[in-house]
C-alpha cells in the first residue's frame, strides 16, 4: 500500500498563463501569490510499497521547467496526458533532466490521437536516429490509453473516462491506491479518490460513474461568463454539487478571476485551486 501521498497542483491557469501579456487588469496586477497562474498540471508523489519514492505527472505543460523548480521535483515515473493541446503537452522537452538524475526512461501515456500528436510534434525525441546532431533529448516510451482498461503504477490505479472539450473528446482521471491483490483498496490515502477533470465543459452519462464516491474533485473552471469548450462558474458549481466530493478545487482560470474576490464567493467545500497547492 502507498504512504506519504500528496497531490500537488503545479499550475491552475488558462492557455495564455496569468498575468497575460500586456495586460493591467485587476488579477494581472495582483499582489496575491494566488492570483499568478501557471499553465494547467498536476502531480502526485506517493511512496509505493517497495519504499520508493514516486512521481507521476497529468500532463506536462509549457511551464513545467519552472513548476519543478518551485515544487524541487527530481525524478519522473510516468506522465499522463489528458489531451494534446499546447498548453498541456510543450513541457516534454523538460523531463529530459529526470532521465539524467533517474538513468532511466519515462513512460508517457495518451490516447491515440493525442499519442500520434506528441510522436509528431516531438519528433526529435520519437525520431532520434534522424537528428543531424545526437543531441541531449528525452528518453521516453509511448503507451496508448483505451478508455475501459485502467493504468496500475507502483500502487495507484489510474482510470481513464471521457470528458467533452468543446467538440473535442478528452481523458479525465480517477485515480485511486490498489492493495495487494491489485484491487481498489478500502482505505484510501491522502485526497484519494481523486477525479482530476481539466479542460472539460461536458462529462458524457457514462463518466459520471468515475465522479461517485470521490475525496476530492479537480475540475475546470474558467470564468464567470459563458464558454464553448470550459466551464464557467456556474456550470462547475453545477457539477461539484452533482458530484458531492469531500472537496472540490477549480482550475484552468483566466484573468478574469480575481482569487480573494471569488473564493468568497463559493459554497462550503469549493475553493479555488492555485499553483503549488498541495493536498495531503
Known amino acids: 500500500m502507498i504512504t506519504s501521498t500528496k497531490f500537488v497542483l503545479l499550475g491552475t491557469g488558462t492557455s495564455a498563463g496569468i498575468p497575460v501579456i500586456g495586460c493591467d487588469c485587476a488579477t494581472c496586477t495582483s499582489t ?28 506536462c505543460p509549457p511551464d513545467h521547467r519552472e513548476q519543478s523548480l518551485r515544487e524541487k521535483i527530481t525524478r519522473c ?26 538513468g532511466t526512461p519515462i513512460e508517457i501515456f495518451a ?39 485502467s ?43 481523486l477525479a482530476y477533470c481539466t479542460d472539460v465543459n461536458g462529462i458524457p452519462p457514462d463518466s459520471w460513474k468515475h465522479l461517485r464516491g470521490l475525496k476530492t474533485l479537480v475540475l475546470d473552471m474558467l470564468r464567470y461568463r459563458r464558454h464553448p469548450t470550459h466551464f464557467s462558474l456556474d456550470e462547475a458549481l453545477g457539477v461539484a454539487a452533482e458530484v458531492g466530493a469531500a ?15 471569488c473564493e468568497a464567493r463559493l459554497p462550503e467545500g469549493v475553493r479555488l485551486g492555485f499553483d503549488g497547492l498541495s493536498l495531503v
Open 32 to 59: 496575491d501569490p494566488r492570483d499568478r497562474r501557471t499553465r494547467s498540471g498536476a502531480m502526485l508523489q506517493f511512496v509505493d510499497g517497495d519504499g520508493c519514492a514516486r512521481t507521476i505527472l497529468l500532463d
Open 77 to 102: 515515473d510516468a506522465i499522463l496526458f489528458t489531451h494534446d493541446h499546447v498548453d498541456h503537452t510543450f513541457g516534454l522537452d523538460e523531463v529530459r533532466r529526470y532521465n539524467s538524475l533517474m
Open 111 to 149: 490516447d491515440a490521437p493525442t499519442r500520434e500528436s506528441i510522436e509528431r510534434v516531438f519528433r526529435h525525441i520519437f525520431k532520434r536516429h534522424e537528428n543531424v546532431n545526437d543531441s541531449f533529448v528525452a528518453d521516453l516510451m509511448a503507451r496508448t490509453i483505451e478508455l475501459g482498461k
Open 151 to 193: 493504468i496500475d503504477l507502483f500502487g495507484v490505479r489510474f482510470t481513464p473516462f471521457r470528458l467533452l472539450h468543446g467538440g473535442l473528446p478528452i481523458l479525465g482521471f480517477r485515480i485511486e491506491a490498489i492493495d495487494g491483490s491489485g484491487a481498489v483498496a478500502v482505505e484510501q490515502p491522502g485526497p484519494l479518490p
Open 247 to 261: 472537496q472540490t478545487l477549480f482550475v484552468h482560470m483566466t484573468h478574469d478571476i480575481l482569487h480573494a474576490e
